[in-house]
């Protein structure tokens, strides 16, 4: 019975470790990788906003299509913030996204959810829907910049 | 009539050179995100490539997912291969993309086709045709890579 309860506990620690290993061979890879799927994001997300502030004339089409691939791009760079890949050169990722885990995987949950609904309101054609959810999408990017990573 | 000519002339060439100059500030923007995007391509490409030629056990699911993620990124890094942004530091793209722009959208919208059967072999949830359609596209991948960039 202590044999079994011992490998299922390494069996779960195995489960959780899995991740980081399985999908990235080295840890600058994951850092590259979380670094270009932010990078991509953040390049669609700054033509919605040029359109949410009226620095470009809003076109509904160009909005829908630039919010369908933030909301994709969304789900994508947190697989690259796994266990061992803190530290290393050329990040600004703070030790506290591995501290305090459940925190910053909050966060990232709710930027998929925002994006989500930026996409959804970009969908609509609806400037003054875009504009809210532009925002409210801005400031959870923000938020997380603020407690996660180094100015 | 000569006037309106012109003026036609002007705006198709504004229309053409739009693209890059809208969505861009800067050359190395451009660099950057199509850097980015066929990085996080690449890392996708390579989840199905593992189990393709069999270094890691078939999931059909986690195939699907990735083949999903690489046909939505295939469709990305070419806008930033726009004019103004042949040349720079650090970036391998070789002079001939802007000097056979037909010959290299032709690449590009063959990847983005490509990418397409990849994902519909993987939904089918049968190994030896997601192995035929990852074989073809890497074939895609190298091709171009020969053909448009430095080694």
């Known amino acids: 019975m202590k044999a079994f309860t011992f ?17 990235f061979a080295k840890p600058e890879d994951a850092i590259k990788y979380r670094q270009s799927a932010l990078s991509v994001m953040g390049t669609h997300f700054g033509r919605v906003g040029a359109m949410a502030n009226g620095r470009v004339p809003f076109d509904a089409k160009v909005a829908s299509d630039n919010t369908e691939i933030v909301a994709t791009m969304a789900k994508l760079p947190w697989a690259g913030f796994g266990p061992g890949t ?19 995987k909050e966060n ?6 925002e994006t989500a609904k930026l996409a959804a309101a970009a969908k609509t054609g609806n ?11 801005a400031g959870t990017c923000k938020a997380c910049h603020d407690a996660y990573r180094d100015k």
Request: aromatic share 8%.
């Open 7 to 23: 490998i299922a506990a390494a069996v779960t620690l195995l489960a959780f470790a899995a991740p980081a290993s399985a999908q």
């Open 86 to 104: 803190e530290g290393g050169a050329n990040t600004k990722a703070k030790p506290e996204i591995w501290t305090e885990q459940a925190k910053f």
């Open 108 to 113: 990232s949950d709710k930027l998929v959810a």
């Open 127 to 137: 400037l003054d829907a875009l504009k809210t959810a532009f925002a409210s999408t």
